[in-house]
């Protein structure tokens, strides 16, 4: 299988992209919440701010980011993977 590396902070996804796959309903699953930027935060309350959270620092986004066609897994998980 071919696979495209991407830093994430050097060359994040844009916020359509964002918005065709963060679910409405659970937003909170697409961001990285150990990181140190989010603990400092309040917790969004929507997707569209957990999204203006993302473009804003990218090291919000939970990652690997696995694109494959139309479909984006975020976080490490095998069992999507496959």
């Avoid at 902070?9 to 065709?20: A, G, H, Q, S, V």
């Avoid at 659970?26 to 473009?55: C, G, Y």
Wanted: zero cysteines; hydrophobic letters at 35%.
């Amino acid at each position: 299988m071919d696979v495209e590396e991407r830093d994430i902070n050097k060359n994040p996804p844009d916020r359509t992209f964002l918005e065709r796959h963060v679910d409405e309903e659970n937003f909170l699953d697409f961001v990285s919440k150990r990181s140190p930027v989010f603990k400092a935060r309040p917790l969004p309350r929507s997707k569209e701010e957990a999204i203006d959270l993302m473009v804003e620092q990218p090291n919000l986004i939970r990652r690997p980011v696995l694109v494959r066609g139309s479909k984006a897994v975020f976080g490490f998980d095998k069992e999507r993977y496959r």
